[in-house]
């Protein structure tokens, strides 16, 4: 009987973690992504992938999860040249829009490790940024839409010469 009880929790155990090893394998997914269109690589329970490409001076909108919960998105600008950007390449923010649709609240820090906080009701501000420098911007991420759930990414012509890639990660 003791043996019966120890083999029955043995499988059970390696059940459990073969369906964790396969929704994590879910997670791993990855996409060539068209220039054209943010492609969803990765959904969960509570997390999404976008991949981005912009040129200079090119700007892709895009809509947040309606989680009625705080968002955190992560932004990093993948390095194609084998370089690193200076300070950083990674930038974020932590947002919340309210259920109602009436405003949009955040939390932005750039990756020079400033941080700002702002509210908009129809958007424009800079939440965070991807900087190069004092006073050099590469791109922003700018409030949108608190009706439409919406953010826009915008790369700055001005700064940049090359289409660079974004990987953002929406975490709600």
């Not at 369906?19 to 690589?41: C, D, E, Q, R």
């Not at 992938?49 to 919960?69: E, Q, Y």
């Not at 609240?105 to 700002?116: P, Y």
């Not at 791109?139 to 790369?155: D, E, F, I």
Request: proline residues 4%; aromatic residues 6%.
């Amino acid at each position: 009987m003791r043996m019966k009880l120890s083999m029955r929790a043995l499988v059970v155990g390696v059940a459990v973690a073969g369906m964790m090893s396969l929704g994590g394998g879910a997670y791993a997914v990855t996409s060539i992504v068209s220039a054209n269109s943010p492609a969803v690589n990765v959904t969960g329970p509570d997390h999404e992938r976008l991949t981005i490409t912009l040129a200079p001076g090119g700007s892709r909108t895009f809509v947040l999860p309606a989680a009625n919960d705080p968002l955190r998105i992560d932004l990093d600008a993948v390095s194609v040249n084998g370089g690193i950007q200076t300070p950083s390449e990674v930038f974020s923010a932590l947002l919340n829009v309210d259920a109602n649709g009436a405003g949009m609240s955040w939390i932005g820090t750039s990756s020079n490790a400033s941080q700002k906080s702002g509210y908009t009701f129809s958007g424009g501000p800079a939440i965070t940024e991807l900087t190069c420098g004092a006073n050099c911007v590469i791109a922003w991420l700018n409030s949108g839409s608190a009706v439409r759930r919406t953010v826009t990414l915008k790369q700055n012509a001005n700064t940049t010469s090359i289409s660079r890639t974004y990987v953002i990660n929406i975490w709600y």
